[in-house]
């Protein structure tokens, strides 16, 4: 157990719904990312928060989109689905902003039909 | 453009045996690399790591290598045991940029054979 926790674990919803992914990091970790692994492609970086605010910023769809809460969970939102935003949505955690081990949760399991 | 390359899609070797997974990178701004290792149905799981002022480091079975010069890594896991089949994911960052964030390769699937 990582210690970080991601729900929903499955999750199917329809084209053009809206869904809120949400992540609990690591107790005293600041940072959170979000990443995307997709059948036929690794681990996809999505975006970075760091004690609230964005830190850095990949492969992310304007569709998508994500924030950091006070107490530091984050809820990533994906919205105007697509049969090809399927895929394992990862949360991750760290200590600082860079420079250390990320640790990840085990995934939710979206499936867009 | 993929900046961290695994050119094996997997891998089978017999129990007891050396298991060598490989990974090439291409941008030199990395200097810190990290192998994770991920059941089915579960999140990635730190393994080991390496600095880029380092060209070895060893953790029990598992020994990673780098050679900076080519840019490339490997994974060495010895003696493999069945447990060990998983998905090995090969990972860079740059330690000392103001960005955590981690570039994958797409991974090598491991199979030991009992």
């Known amino acids: 157990d990582s210690g970080v926790t991601q729900t929903p674990k499955h999750l199917i919803t329809a084209t053009g719904q809206r869904v809120t992914l949400r992540c609990s990091p690591r107790s005293g970790d600041l940072s959170v990312y979000w990443y995307q692994q997709s059948l036929d492609q690794g681990l996809q970086f999505l975006i970075q928060y760091y004690n609230g605010e964005e830190r850095a910023k990949g492969n992310i769809l304007e569709r998508f989109s994500a924030q950091q809460f006070p107490d530091l969970h984050s809820e990533l939102n994906l919205s105007s689905l697509e049969l090809g935003d399927s895929a394992l949505y990862f949360c991750a955690s760290s200590v600082r902003d860079s420079g250390n081990t990320i640790y990840f949760g085990e995934g939710s399991w979206l499936t867009v039909v | 453009d993929q900046q961290v390359k695994q050119n094996s899609p997997s891998l089978s070797v017999q129990e007891g045996r050396i298991s060598i997974l490989n990974c090439d990178y291409t941008?030199?701004?990395?200097?810190?690399f990290l192998w994770y290792k991920k059941y089915p149905a579960e999140g990635p799981t730190f393994l080991i790591s390496?600095?880029?002022?380092?060209d070895k480091n060893e953790d029990g079975r598992f020994t990673v290598f780098l050679n900076k010069s080519a840019k490339h890594l490997s994974l060495h896991i010895v003696p493999s045991q069945p447990g060990d089949s998983a998905v090995y994911f090969c990972a860079a960052m740059n330690y000392g940029g103001s960005q955590g964030n981690l570039i994958f390769g797409k991974g090598t699937k491991l199979s030991v054979k009992p």
């Open positions: 390496i600095s880029s002022i380092k």
């Open positions: 941008n030199s701004m990395f200097d810190y």
